[in-house]
């Protein structure tokens, strides 16, 4: 394929490889082999052979022409990596497949050159083709970070929802980002995600808001559609796992709110469930336990309107004055 030719290009790079070295050498290295193994599979199973990865230890480059291929490569990669509680950064761009090998620098010999490859081997990648490392690298969370070039793409809406990361531990205000959707059928293997949230929290708060934007796509890619209230046995019914753990669990929604990014994680489900479910009740129920939080609720004025659209949190302020002056 041309160099000319206008494709999506990726890159993805394991989070805080170099913590886990901390606890034994064989826990580092078996990240890493599941990671290689993780890989092969996903190639296996999305790409063709128009499509290319340069793979290394703990990251890989990738381009492909197609965005479908691409989403779903990266989407069973992170599936296959969250079953060993295994998390990536990455991030989605254009570019031309510019790729060069290393040791063939320009203008110089062919004998020179000849007698390099025998020692050094790798590959030199054009500027176009790095521009995902240096967003990944920007990025502070766990997310695959669609550019806006690839989220305007007519085919990105079915893979591409907002998501938001915080810059630095003392940030209030999240930055929005276009992150990878989530298939329904990889939702499993983020059963425990609050739970590794919350653990994390408690060791490394800096380490802890790496996974805030994870947990909000998390929220976003569940359906809260069908949940509704059964009048005959007075019992909700179709609960999604983000309302069963931040709404219908008081011990983890209070914990939640104490967190670093507890506030998008809450309003993110508030406008989720505001914008997809029939039964208003449970938007009520949402907003009146955002509003019962004094955190929660003096947050509204920071959260992203791609996260929650202000109108939505009004409804919160309009619920607080609500239980104060019935």
Known sequence: MSASTKEFVAYVDLLGIGDASVDTDDTYYDQLRRFRIALCDSVDTHLLAADTVYAFSDCAFAASADLKRMTSYLARLQYLLWQHKIFLKGAVTTGNRECFQFAALPKQTARLVSNRKKILSGQWFGKAFVAPALIEKKLKGVAIQMAEEVAKDEAAEAYVTWSAYYPSDVSKRSVPVRDLLIPKDHLPALKSILKTYVSISHSSKKLSRYYVPLVVTWVK??????????????????????????????????????????????????????????????????????????????????????????????????????SLFA
Request: aromatic residues 8%; hydrophobic residues 35%; charged residues 25%.
């Open 221 to 322: 890619s569940h359906n809260y559609s069908a949940t509704g209230y059964d009048e005959k046995t007075g019992e909700w019914v179709d609960v999604p796992l983000p309302l069963q753990q931040l709404i219908f669990n008081p011990k983890i929604a209070t914990e939640i709110t104490s967190l670093i990014g507890g506030d998008v994680i809450f309003y993110s489900l508030l406008s989720s469930v505001a914008s997809e479910c029939q039964e208003e009740r449970i938007t009520e129920k949402v907003c009146s336990f955002i509003a019962s939080s004094r955190k929660l609720r003096g947050a509204a004025e920071y959260i992203p309107d791609e996260i929650c659209g202000l109108v939505i949190r009004k409804r919160v302020i309009d619920s607080r004055i609500r």
